[in-house]
């Protein structure tokens, strides 16, 4: 079994620094939003954050077992060090990889920090001074955040062409340039809720929607929907040649994530860009998937991959095919200013996901006074580390009921 403790002795002055503890949150937001603090001796705290859901922050903790001690800034190492560790639990995929993504994110912040450079920086370069974000929006009253802790959806009747358009109209208005919506719907399950077949009825109700939204924000936004993996391949193929009219910036997920050869098929059956990538992990799961092009913008969450460096590995591999780069992101702003930071530093970064614009606190969790996002960018923070400062008391304040959060 490879050894991925400290061996490195020879450091220069100042370097020499531990982990002391490492530790995790849950903020209710629209989604369970997992938080995670490195600590050291050296007075630093970097903070991150791993993807949504259950377990991860129990794993997260779990690492105190065998990280304190080790040096933060080696970061990468540390990294393949906890999925070794963890690799009886599954460490080399699933919540495993996400809960390593959360603290591979909080030592680069801790590293810049100490390094007294932005993370940007130390992942190499700086392409770009600001982020474009799209955003992910929901038609009308279809989807809300009730008292800011979890997603409820509306009624089938709620998602009309015209809801969609309205809502896309109001956000251009907001200043973003680039928007998605979701395109599955409950209808779908109409004859059979099982089979992943659409019908023409469904289709049309589809290309009705797409339709709508074009013709209300023009052909200069760009314009993305979700199918969030539902469909059969000849369904895909079908719902794909019939949006190809619309210029949709991509499809994203129209089949089943598992299986690249369908993909490839959906992919060689349109001209309809598609999108994929969210649900699998660290840059093995998407190799075949980039060196056989079944993907037009390859998708990839860095909060679940494995964390940034892993992330700018699926990056640099999608370059090598002229391939664009737009992460997945629903994070709370630590994760999105992590993903602002990774986008930063590879040339084929195209557009950032947020996901949280019924949360009208999502920006309070930051310590700072101006907007995270104008007219639908982020600039990129040039501070040690993030460049952010973590709200304890707003994170304190929106925690998951039953959780204990931060020391």
């Known amino acids: 079994m490879r050894d991925h403790t400290n061996h490195a002795a020879d450091r220069p002055e ?71 560790e963890m690799s009886g639990h599954g460490g080399t995929t699933g919540k495993v990889v996400t809960a390593a993504s959360g603290i591979e994110i909080a030592l680069w912040d801790a590293a810049g920090k100490i390094l007294d450079l932005p993370v940007y920086q130390l992942l190499g370069s700086k392409y770009r001074d600001r982020m474009r974000i799209y955003c992910d929006c929901h038609a009308g009253e279809a ?167 892993e992330s700018k590995r699926v990056a640099q591999r999608a370059e090598e095919r002229y391939i664009p780069f737009s992460p997945h992101n629903v994070c709370s702003p630590v994760g999105t200013m992590a993903c602002v930071h990774l986008c930063a530093a590879i040339p084929n970064a195209d557009v950032l996901e947020y996901h949280a614009l019924e949360v009208d606190w999502w920006g309070d969790l930051l310590s700072r006074e101006e907007p995270i996002i104008e007219d639908g960018y982020i600039d990129v923070p040039t501070g040690p580390g993030l460049g952010i400062e973590l709200d304890d008391d707003a994170v304190a304040e929106h925690l998951l009921e039953g959780t204990a959060g931060f020391d």
């Open 14 to 84: 100042g370097h020499e620094v531990e982990i002391t503890e490492v530790e995790s949150a849950v903020v209710d937001g629209n989604f369970e939003w997992n938080l995670v603090k490195v600590h050291t001796d050296a007075g630093v705290t970097g903070v991150g954050e791993a993807y949504r859901g259950g377990g991860v922050p129990e794993l997260v903790e779990y690492t105190n077992r065998f990280l304190v001690g080790e040096n933060p800034l080696d970061v990468e190492r540390l990294f393949r060090y906890i999925v070794q």
């Open 143 to 309: 989807y809300a955040v009730d008292e800011g802790g979890f997603t409820e959806y509306a009624d089938a009747d709620a998602y009309t062409p015209e809801a969609y358009a309205a809502e896309a109209e109001r956000v251009v208005d907001m200043g973003f340039d680039a928007i998605k919506f979701d395109l599955d719907m409950e209808t779908d399950n109409d004859p059979d809720p099982h089979n992943g077949r659409l019908s023409n009825a469904a289709i049309r109700r589809k290309v009705a929607v797409v339709e709508a939204v074009r013709d209300a924000i023009g052909d200069d936004v760009d314009l993305a929907f979700d199918c969030h993996w539902d469909y059969t391949v000849e369904s895909a193929k079908r719902l794909a040649r019939k949006l190809e009219p619309y210029d949709l910036m991509w499809l994203e997920d129209p089949v089943p994530p598992e299986e690249t050869e369908a993909q490839k098929h959906v992919a060689r059956a349109t001209a309809t860009p598609l999108a994929t990538g969210e649900n699998r992990f660290r840059v093995h799961e998407l190799t075949e998937l980039l060196d056989e092009y079944a993907v037009d913008i390859a998708t990839p969450d860095p909060t679940t991959l494995g964390g940034l460096a």
